[in-house]
């Protein structure tokens, strides 16, 4: 796509926020205008449009735009109907990555302990949700309570939460890591170091292969991106 316009705006359109381009309101895929609940996260987006493409005539990139996409997935398709949304996000809690421990080094094992053991304490505390954990490969069955409140929480969240849930999950394989970024109690740096922990762990061991490390690279990105629009699109006080 040709980038066709100067300047990307944020206007108020009545209780919402919607972005125009050189003054044409921006519409999704399907249509209708998108419209956003957050100033900040409107004027985010404004900012990715005046960025995208360079100059007026440069060529847009899908990447150049990935808080538009996000918006556009919440407000399309997890708005209308969150459910099948909130389910494939539970089932991650059948099978949460602080749940998997390696039976050994010791090191790894001590490491994962000290840091993920935390966040399960806190999906206690702060959901009433105690996973089960399990060393080596085999799979554990986590208690119905637990993956019930989990679920009540991800219930909880707004179509834009949910998007920007729907995309923290499966990078990061812990629904207990991402609700803690969407509470706050976490950050998208603190969240991709314990997501790839025992990555990390296996390059200190044997040395850093480039592409693992490219792709580590890309999933930070993405962690860090997903965080921030989850971040402005939160509503005040959650």
């Known amino acids: 796509m040709r980038r066709f316009w100067d300047l990307a705006s944020v206007v108020r359109e009545g209780d919402r926020f919607a972005v125009r381009l050189d003054g044409k309101p921006m519409r999704l895929p399907g249509g209708p205008l998108l419209l956003l609940e957050s100033e900040a996260l409107a004027a985010a987006i404004a900012a990715e449009w005046q960025a995208a493409g360079g100059q007026k005539g440069g ?5 150049d735009v990935p808080l538009t996409r996000l918006a556009g997935t919440a407000q399309e398709i997890v ?21 998997y421990r390696a039976a050994g ?3 790894l094992v001590a490491r994962q302990a000290a840091l ?9 505390r702060v959901y009433g949700a105690e996973l089960r954990v399990a060393s080596g490969v085999m799979p554990v069955v986590q208690p119905a309570p637990a993956v019930a409140s989990l679920r009540a929480a ?6 834009f939460e949910l998007a920007a849930l729907g995309v923290l999950v499966p990078a990061t394989g812990s629904v207990v890591l991402c609700l803690a970024i969407a509470d706050g109690a976490l950050d998208a740096q603190q969240a991709t170091q314990l997501a790839l922990l025992d990555e990390a762990f296996q390059a200190e061991q044997w040395g850093e292969d480039a592409q693992a490390a490219a792709r580590r690279m890309n999933l930070s990105r993405e962690i860090e991106t997903t965080a921030t629009f989850l971040r ?4 005040p006080g959650r």
């Open 59 to 63: 060529v847009l990139q899908v990447d």
């Open 79 to 99: 708005a209308p109907n969150p459910a099948p949304t909130i389910a494939a996000l539970a089932r991650y809690a059948e099978s949460d990555l602080l749940c």
């Open 105 to 107: 080094p010791d090191l």
């Open 116 to 124: 993920w053991q935390p966040w399960l304490d806190y999906a206690v």
């Open 154 to 159: 991800l219930a909880a969240r707004t179509a």
């Open 232 to 235: 402005l699109s939160t509503p």
